[in-house]
């Protein structure tokens, strides 16, 4: 077993521990199956490690406009981030490919709750100092 292997599975196994529900849903013309479920919860486990006890529920909706053959920007990845007490926080990105799809909401996704969390933190500092 490889490195990266053993890695993905340490993940997986973190994921399964916390009480913060990954939900992949696909249209019927995405491919990749369980593989490719793994590999977006691994990727979501990477970014929201510091947010994790902030965030109830994760919704991913994976699409793919023309499955048959490949176009410009027809794989779309959305992702819902459902946190206690706030607004959920969305990004979305499409791409040529399901992994740069992907790749792009996440980063997206990071700089949201990164903002997200960043205001309330100062929100919550300037009422504390009243």
Excluded: W, Y
Excluded at 39 to 54: M, N, T
Aim: net charge neutral.
């Amino acid at each position: 077993m490889s490195a990266k292997s053993i890695l993905r599975r340490l993940l997986l196994l973190q994921l399964e521990e916390r009480r913060m529900l990954i939900d992949i849903r696909t249209d019927g013309n995405v491919a990749g199956g369980e593989q490719l479920s793994q590999d977006v919860k691994a990727s979501l486990h990477a970014v929201l490690h510091r947010h994790e006890d902030q965030i109830r529920r994760i919704d991913v909706q994976l699409s793919d406009a023309v499955s048959h053959k490949t176009s410009h920007d027809d794989k779309s990845c959305k992702i819902e981030v459902h946190r206690d007490g706030g607004e959920p926080i969305v990004a979305a990105h499409q791409d040529s490919f399901m992994e740069q799809a992907v790749r792009g909401a996440v980063h997206k996704l990071k700089r949201a709750l990164d903002h997200a969390f960043g205001k309330e933190a100062v929100a919550d500092q300037l009422r504390d100092h009243r």
